[in-house]
């Protein structure tokens, strides 16, 4: 059976290592994923997450040792993290953390030159809304973060131009954006944190080649509890070297899921705000606010506070008016999706509006344009809230626009 294997890896490898020297360009855009996938089908290596998560270990491997090449002062850790000599936990290192700006945010700029901006974009944008990290165009900033074609990244600010690896159908969804931003911002994976013997139990003997990918760093933890389910959690089965074993198992409950890749959880929140720093109230804004927003604009902003009410202030508002704000407008809903209790209705035109306080901990913003006419838009905080009593804002006589429905 090892020998029939074999013969099918040097065939298939063969034929397309015979494709990369006719044509090189494909040599990371195609050779590698279908080499890296064809090991995985026979080698087991999996997770039990999204299917994704599979090609993306191997990828990140493969690019990593071929960039490692040509950076002699850093060494591959834990399969996708490009780390300067020296340098081991950002919680421990300063020098690892981006600088914030006179405001207080942190903008790192960006310069992505793939198809695929506005998947990035949006990836971006719940941390921007979520933290007190904006990431903008690059313009002339010395320090910037630039995307190109891979699936790892840096640890922590380097200085100048920076890369981060993100590949269409390996690492563009909206968790693994995360992911690889999470470590230029200076976060390693969960699961090497100081405590994780407490939580999980790493199985040795599943894991023959990669075992460096599972060490412990003396790690503060920023006083925040272990984290299952963040974008930086290893997920159960990766770089396991016996198909169908896991090499992670969650303790007490093995049943619990690790891995996810949907978005950040509330504690990769917790911990960008308090590893830089960031104080307690969060802005966020219309695209190219105070410039014109674009048409045909559809934003969501899910706001997420841990364990208080969410206060929310609009300090600049001005939309395209419409008779019934069928044209531009904002709707801001008491939870976590479009199904929950509206807070405000359709409303556009311009301010000021009253502040709105959430009944929870979540609270859903939507935007949206047609093709027509643009204005500045808005710009919003959000904070904590107080004992201010709820509000529902469909039934405010002073908002003279606003779109009263039949619930």
């Known amino acids: 059976?090892?020998?029939?294997?074999?013969?099918?890896?040097?065939?298939?490898?063969?034929?397309?290592?015979l494709s990369c020297l006719l044509y090189p360009s494909l040599l990371y855009i195609l050779c590698i994923p279908l080499v890296c996938e064809m090991y995985s089908k026979y080698f087991g290596v999996r997770t039990v997450t999204i299917s994704y998560v599979k090609l993306t270990v191997n990828l990140e491997i493969n690019i990593l040792h071929e960039f490692n090449?040509?950076?002699?002062?850093?060494?591959?850790?834990?399969?996708?993290?490009?780390?300067?000599?020296?340098?081991?936990?950002?919680?421990?290192?300063?020098?690892?953390l981006w600088p914030k700006s006179q405001d207080g945010k942190l903008s790192p700029g960006?310069?992505?030159?793939?198809?695929?901006?506005?998947?990035?974009?949006?990836?971006?944008?719940?941390?921007?809304?979520?933290?007190?990290?904006?990431?903008?165009?690059?313009?002339?900033?010395?320090?910037?973060?630039?995307?190109?074609?891979?699936?790892?990244?840096?640890f922590g600010k380097i200085g100048g131009r920076q890369a981060?690896?993100?590949?269409?159908?390996?690492?563009?969804?909206?968790?693994?954006?995360?992911?690889?931003?999470?470590?230029?911002?200076?976060?390693?994976?969960?699961?090497?944190?100081?405590?994780?013997?407490?939580f999980v139990k790493i199985m040795w003997e599943h894991i023959v080649a990669e075992q460096g990918?599972?060490?412990?760093?003396?790690?503060?933890?920023?006083?925040?509890?272990?984290?299952?389910s963040s974008v930086m959690h290893y997920g159960a089965y990766d770089f396991s070297s016996t198909p169908g074993k896991q090499t992670i198992v969650p303790v007490p409950d093995p049943s619990i899921p690790i891995g996810?890749?949907?978005?950040?959880?509330?504690?990769?929140?917790?911990?960008?705000?308090?590893?830089?720093?960031?104080?307690?109230c969060c802005l966020f804004s219309s695209v190219n606010y105070p410039s014109p927003y674009p048409n045909n604009s559809n934003c969501l902003w899910l706001i997420r506070?841990?364990?208080?009410?969410?206060?929310?202030?609009?300090?600049?508002?001005?939309?395209?008016?419409?008779?019934?704000?069928?044209?531009?407008?904002?709707?801001?809903?008491?939870?976590?999706?479009?199904?929950?209790?509206?807070?405000?209705?359709?409303?556009?035109?311009?301010?000021?509006?009253?502040?709105?306080?959430?009944?929870?901990?979540?609270?859903?913003?939507?935007?949206?344009?047609?093709?027509?006419?643009?204005?500045?838009?808005?710009?919003a905080s959000y904070n904590r809230g107080t004992n201010t009593p709820l509000q529902s804002l469909r039934n405010v006589s002073f908002l003279l626009f606003l779109h009263s429905r039949q619930q």
């Not at 020296?86 to 300063?94: F, K, T, V, Y």
């Not at 990918?213 to 984290?227: C, E, I, M």
């Not at 001005?318 to 069928?326: N, V």
């Open 110 to 154: 960006l310069f992505l030159a793939m198809t695929e901006r506005s998947w990035i974009a949006d990836a971006l944008q719940e941390i921007s809304t979520l933290t007190c990290v904006q990431f903008v165009n690059r313009t002339t900033e010395k320090d910037y973060v630039y995307v190109e074609r891979g699936c790892w990244s840096y």
């Open 69 to 96: 090449i040509h950076d002699k002062n850093s060494t591959v850790y834990e399969g996708d993290i490009l780390l300067r000599r020296g340098r081991r936990s950002a919680i421990n290192c300063e020098s690892c």
């Open 164 to 198: 981060v690896g993100l590949v269409k159908n390996g690492c563009m969804d909206k968790g693994a954006i995360q992911h690889e931003m999470n470590h230029a911002l200076g976060f390693i994976h969960e699961q090497t944190r100081s405590d994780r013997d407490r």
């Open 1 to 17: 059976q090892q020998i029939r294997i074999l013969f099918t890896l040097i065939s298939f490898l063969c034929d397309k290592v």
């Open 260 to 280: 996810q890749r949907e978005g950040l959880s509330n504690l990769d929140v917790a911990k960008i705000n308090r590893l830089y720093k960031c104080s307690k």
């Open 305 to 379: 506070i841990r364990q208080s009410k969410i206060f929310l202030q609009f300090e600049a508002f001005d939309l395209q008016l419409s008779s019934d704000c069928s044209s531009d407008y904002i709707k801001v809903y008491n939870g976590n999706s479009k199904n929950s209790p509206v807070l405000l209705d359709k409303y556009c035109g311009k301010g000021p509006l009253p502040s709105l306080v959430a009944s929870g901990s979540t609270m859903l913003v939507e935007f949206a344009s047609d093709e027509s006419i643009t204005a500045t838009g808005f710009r």
């Open 213 to 228: 990918n599972f060490g412990k760093v003396n790690s503060k933890n920023l006083g925040l509890p272990y984290d299952y």
